[in-house]
């Protein structure tokens, strides 16, 4: 058994990646040799021994099992259609959404425009995929805001056992849920944390072949929110001394005042 390529190396289709008794995962396959090439551009990853080339770019291609974040575009009998990116549109049954008995006017649960966390249920290349909304903290999602990255870029925005998307959630103290489908719905904090939370899944997307990049996020997101403070501080200062300087040309003019009298 033996490898050809370092952690997260990036490689390209047709590289030996490996040979022995490994898996071939993710964009790999694997000759009769039991030899696992590489079938994308991308970055190749060695975990136990299985072997998996993650694209440095490119649509989503649905899976059975994806979480997605989508947004209703059509209401059609007891079917919604849903925009969940990439080339195929999604259907989604009311059975598969909702508890039975329900209304005849399904619009009424999820209408044109509301955005919602579901999991491909099915998905054939000829009909598209079919989701549900039948499991844990599939939902319709409100409020909040939508930030669109790569599909390929989105193991690197959760991390290793959630490192990455947990440490911004905590630093900003925000809701983030992530969908395979490359969208980010976040909610919470206050507008310049939300601006934060852009800034930051953008640069995990734009240097997610890069090391240490939890950290230099943390500190991306610690110095921006330092300048957030001082700004607020500048501007209580600022605040303060006008406040003394209306006092002080009150207690002027009262003096006058007293002096004429």
Do not use: C
Not at 24 to 29: A, E, P
Not at 215 to 244: C, F, G, P, W
């Amino acid at each position: 058994m033996a490898t050809f390529f370092e952690n997260r190396e990036i490689v390209v289709p047709g590289q030996l990646l490996a040979e022995g008794r490994y898996r071939s995962s993710f964009g790999t396959y694997v000759s009769a040799d039991d030899e696992v090439f590489s079938a994308l551009v991308g970055l190749a990853e060695l975990r136990g021994n299985t072997v998996r080339v993650v694209p440095l770019h490119g649509v989503y291609i649905p899976r059975e099992g994806d979480r997605v974040i989508g947004t209703i575009t059509f209401v059609a009998g007891n079917n919604w259609k849903v925009d969940i990116g990439g080339p195929y549109g999604a259907s989604l049954h009311a059975n598969n959404a909702l508890r039975k008995p329900y209304d005849d006017d399904i619009s009424k649960y999820y209408d044109v425009g509301d955005v919602i966390a579901a999991e491909v249920a099915t998905y054939d290349r000829t009909t598209g995929p079919y989701l549900s909304m039948k499991g844990r903290g599939l939902r319709k999602l409100k409020g909040g805001t939508i930030v669109e990255v790569s599909p390929a870029k989105i193991p690197r925005v959760i991390g290793r056992k959630g490192s990455m998307i947990n440490m911004i959630k905590d630093k900003l103290d925000i809701q983030a849920m992530v969908g395979q489908n490359g969208r980010i719905w976040i909610r919470g904090g206050d507008l310049d944390s939300l601006q934060i939370a852009k800034k930051a899944f953008k640069m995990v997307a734009e240097q997610s072949h890069t090391k240490n990049l939890t950290d230099r996020v943390a500190q991306m997101i610690d110095e921006e929110l330092a300048k957030l403070h001082e700004n607020d501080e500048n501007e209580e200062t600022e605040e303060t001394s006008a406040l003394e300087d209306g006092e002080e040309v009150e207690d002027e003019e009262e003096m006058e005042e007293v002096n004429e009298e």
